[in-house]
């Protein structure tokens, strides 16, 4: 059985920083790219941050391009999202996705909800201004 299970959630001032990240089991994403989606109060979920399967090529939502960093560890299972700068308007639960293909190019990586095949239960992200 697949799971992906966010940590790294919490309450934090504007300004402030969070590492989310999302551990993987029940089968390897090493060859596979991973992301993160939001999903704000009364709000659609929405793209944050893609990673290909390499780590080499990364994407990020305009809004929090520049403040967050994705990274991976594959021999974790892992995927990382670190946050810094932080504003009231990221408050959100963070949703980790993982494609279940493996790709030959290092370098593909989607950044649309229907790119993602496994998702976890999300982490609640609360930025107090």
């Known amino acids: 059985q697949v799971q992906l299970v966010e940590s790294g959630g919490g309450l934090v001032q504007a300004g402030g920083s969070l590492r989310l990240s999302c551990a993987a089991s029940?089968?390897?994403?090493?060859?596979?790219?991973m992301g993160w989606f939001r999903q704000a109060p009364g709000k659609e979920r929405e793209f944050v941050a893609a990673?290909?399967?390499?780590?080499?090529?990364?994407a990020y939502a305009d809004s929090v391009k520049g403040r967050f960093t994705i990274s991976r560890d594959n021999a974790k299972n892992t995927v990382y999202l670190q946050m810094n700068s932080l504003k009231p308007e990221d408050t959100a639960v963070y949703y980790c996705?993982?494609?279940?293909?493996?790709?030959?190019?290092?370098?593909?990586?989607?950044?649309?909800?229907?790119?993602?095949?496994?998702w976890g239960q999300g982490t609640q992200v609360t930025v107090s201004s």
């Open positions: 996705a993982a494609d279940r293909r493996a790709y030959p190019s290092s370098s593909y990586y989607s950044i649309r909800e229907n790119g993602y095949d496994y």
């Open positions: 990673i290909s399967w390499s780590g080499s090529n990364t």
């Open positions: 029940g089968r390897t994403f090493s060859r596979s790219p």
